[in-house]
């Protein structure tokens, strides 16, 4: 029996639900007060909100601590419940700020805790752990009881994910193990109390029991211990039958399934426990409720870092939707789900820093305030299911929730109707597997990669087929195979070592695919670490590499096709040609680019060349709109860790440095048919997962071009010319695609290692 992997990050919003419900966390800051999960249940969360400020802020200019934390904590639960994180973790910082004034050591300890898990809901892991070393600290001056022993039982439980995430399994089986034992304490004790306990209280203590021992066995698996790790899962399983007479999937874990905040981590547990268990067809609606809470929880977080974080442990739920339907049989809404993690991972990396061009004043915050209203209902009605609320109220709250989610889609129809590009930048709007193949021109086959941490999954897509083959290599291995193909490339002599890598990941990435494919030209749509890799020059069994066969293109999805297509435009007769800016340090001179630059104005004489100090920002961007091809033969600066601040190196002028921002390149309005990047490192960050070149050339797609030319290591200066000298001759004759092909074949004549003409790649309308 295999055991399901779980993503630690997504249980932290599950384990914050039931820390509150299990008693941790103050439900009532005063004797006469309403607890935050009575307001939610009452519809009145926004409303609770404000009051608890204003309690907590009267209560601290008497120097009140205790009520001014406690306010502050409830605040923060009634927010983490209503899918507003930032706000959850704003709160729970102010309530550690009291608390330690307080001196109380248990309210402080209640604080530590909340931040601890606050942090960890958000990927942010050091923070979260710091918080936690604090906390396990503070617990020991807690005086013996059933109180220091649940603290206890929640700081193991974090020590022992951390340890778990670092690999450090002896460590973590004990924390988790110690965890277990002090929650499986604490459930005993509702139970055998259970005329003075909650319902609910003893149903959450069991989801706790059981997402540890979900843990432990992770942990017991991957230490090797297969037959404890079964054991441990088991025994979870068998917990949620214990205290529901409903199928596991149907008892009261599935309940906490209402709850914004829980949604994707229970939900997740509760797929992976059917697909482990050889029902993928019954996981599938579970990865579905994942997803979708994903999707609208991640609206509402404002902070780019909180953004990117939340994301990260997000895709879990995509890969294993994958997975199951794979298993499933139905590959098509598998390349549809992988299409869908694309298009969501692509709106995290945008942000909300970027100025979009075609943005209507007021829609982003039109759109967050539609997507609070929808997470405060539905917080709203899980709530007042917990209280056996009905009738009226309950319908009225229900009827309320479907008015809110319909004006919701029509905000988004209506930004569809103005603008579908605009609307994909706001919310997950990927094409079809069907929808892709109508795209499709005859004679083109798509190969599109998914990265997992076990397996790749490939696509063969066509215009009149599609297929499907898993690729045996995790995700570790293959960055280890990249990286020694990169290495061999930069080392011109080291002929052989490049030859042995490239026929590998041609073996891997190319040769299962090779029976199934019809079309005379290929386009790549490469996923995470396989952004890197070359595939023009990966070589056959034959010693031919791929470029001597097919013309290549890429696209960092299919969806993005519809729009590269929409903007198809005729050949122009006119570059703007920007050279070898002056960026203060001759180190930075690319002699070759001025020469490149004269060529392309020679080929095209009516495009206009400005070199060195005339190689300006604010002239890139003012003359920008008016050619039919945009050249920058400039440096390249790349943002791996914030792809949306990556930028092309420009003479600056008076405060401006000079630095054209991907973020400021959506603000431009293009019409250009192709942009061309012959520049040093306009595709090449560290060998992280491609996001920063997705972010440039989309960018460049979105201002308005279909196509960019990019390249994916420091190029040679001279082969740069030589290469691009024959591909805008090519370009007179025949299309961009095969341009690019004949000038890498006519340069590998002159430079024949891969290095000096393998960078160059041409990403959208081939």
Not at 568 to 592: K, M, T
Not at 699 to 704: M, P, S
Request: charged share 25%; net charge negative; glycine share 6%.
């Amino acid at each position: 029996m295999k055991l399901p992997k779980i993503v630690s990050s997504s249980l932290y919003s599950l384990f914050l639900t039931c820390l509150i419900a299990t008693g941790c966390v103050a439900q009532k800051y005063q004797p006469d007060s309403v607890s935050a999960y009575e307001a939610i249940a009452k519809g009145e969360a926004k409303e609770f909100l404000s009051a608890m400020e204003v309690q907590a802020q009267e209560a601290e200019k008497k120097g009140n601590w205790r009520l001014a934390a406690s306010a502050y904590n409830e605040a923060a639960w009634a927010a983490q419940n209503s899918g507003q994180l930032q706000k959850t973790l704003s709160y729970a910082g102010k309530a550690f700020e009291l608390a330690e004034k307080g001196r109380d050591q248990e309210l402080r300890v209640r604080a530590i805790l909340f931040l601890a898990l606050v942090h960890g809901s958000l990927g942010q892991y050091e923070k979260s752990t710091e918080w936690t070393e604090k906390g396990i600290e503070a617990t020991k001056k807690i005086p013996p009881g059933l109180s220091k022993e649940r603290y206890e039982g929640f700081f193991n439980r974090l020590l022992g994910e951390d340890f778990l995430r670092r690999g450090d399994l002896p460590e973590a089986i004990d924390y988790l193990s110690y965890s277990v034992q002090v929650q499986d304490s604490h459930l005993t004790y509702l139970v055998r109390n259970r005329a003075n306990a909650k319902e609910s209280a003893i149903q959450n203590s069991v989801h706790l029991v059981v997402l540890s021992l979900t843990e432990l066995a992770q942990a017991y698996q991957r230490a090797g211990n297969v037959e404890e790790a079964i054991k441990v899962y088991e025994k979870g399983v068998d917990l949620i039958k214990r205290f529901s007479a409903r199928p596991p999937a149907e008892s009261g874990l599935s309940e906490s399934l209402q709850w914004p905040a829980a949604i994707s981590s229970a939900s997740l547990w509760i797929g992976n426990v059917f697909n482990q268990s050889g029902k993928p067809a019954e996981a599938i609606p579970y990865y579905q409720r994942a997803i979708q809470q994903v999707e609208s929880t991640r609206t509402l977080l404002q902070s780019e870092e909180y953004r990117q974080s939340f994301f990260e442990g997000g895709l879990a739920p995509y890969i294993s939707m994958m997975g199951a339907l794979v298993s499933a049989g139905r590959q098509e809404e598998a390349f549809n789900y992988g299409e869908r993690a694309r298009s969501r991972t692509f709106l995290d990396i945008l942000g909300s820093k970027v100025q979009l061009s075609r943005v209507q004043g007021g829609l982003l915050e039109e759109e967050r305030a539609l997507q609070e209203r929808i997470a405060a209902l539905k917080a709203k009605l899980a709530a007042g299911e917990e209280e056996g609320v009905g009738g009226k109220e309950w319908e009225g709250s229900r009827r309320e929730l479907a008015e809110a989610e319909k004006a919701y889609e029509a905000f988004l129809s209506k930004v569809r109707k103005q603008d579908k590009e605009q609307a994909s930048l706001m919310t997950v709007e990927p094409l079809t597997l069907k929808e892709v193949q109508e795209l499709l021109e005859p004679g083109v086959t798509v190969l599109e990669y998914f990265v997992t941490e076990e397996e790749v999954l490939l696509w063969i897509v066509e215009k009149d087929k599609a297929q499907f083959v898993r690729v045996p290599t995790g995700r570790k291995a293959l960055v280890a195979k990249v990286t020694s193909l990169r290495e061999s490339i930069y080392q011109v002599g080291e002929k052989e070592k490049f030859k042995a890598s490239s026929q590998e990941l041609y073996g891997l990435l190319i040769g299962p695919a090779l029976s199934l494919m019809k079309g005379k030209e290929l386009l790549i749509i490469p996923h995470d670490v396989l952004h890197y890799v070359p595939f023009q020059a990966l070589l056959s069994p034959q010693g031919k590499y791929l470029i001597q066969d097919y013309p290549v293109y890429y696209l960092s999805s299919a969806s993005l096709m519809q729009f590269t297509t929409a903007k198809r435009r005729a050949g122009g007769e006119n570059a703007l040609v920007i050279g070898n800016p002056n960026l203060g340090d001759e180190a930075y001179n690319l002699r070759f680019a001025e020469r490149e630059a004269k060529e392309i104005a020679a080929l095209y004489p009516q495009s206009a060349v400005y070199l060195r100090s005339e190689a300006s920002k604010p002239r890139a961007v003012s003359l920008s709109s008016q050619y039919d091809m945009l050249h920058f033969a400039v440096h390249a600066e790349l943002n791996e860790d914030d792809p949306v601040s990556s930028a092309l190196l420009l003479t600056g002028e008076g405060k401006d440095d000079g630095r054209l921002k991907v973020g400021e390149i959506f603000s431009l309005n293009l019409k250009a048919g192709m942009v061309v990047l012959s520049a040093c490192e306009t595709g090449l960050g560290k060998l992280s997962n491609g996001d920063e070149m997705i972010g440039l050339t989309r960018a460049f797609i979105y201002a308005g071009t279909p196509s960019v030319v990019t390249t994916l290591w420091k190029v040679n200066d001279r082969a740069s010319y030589e290469l691009m000298r024959e591909f805008y001759q090519h370009l007179k004759t025949v299309k961009k695609s095969e341009a690019l092909r004949q000038a890498q074949l006519k340069t590998m004549e002159q430079f024949p290692e891969p290095f000096y003409w393998a960078a160059y790649e041409l990403t959208g309308e081939p």
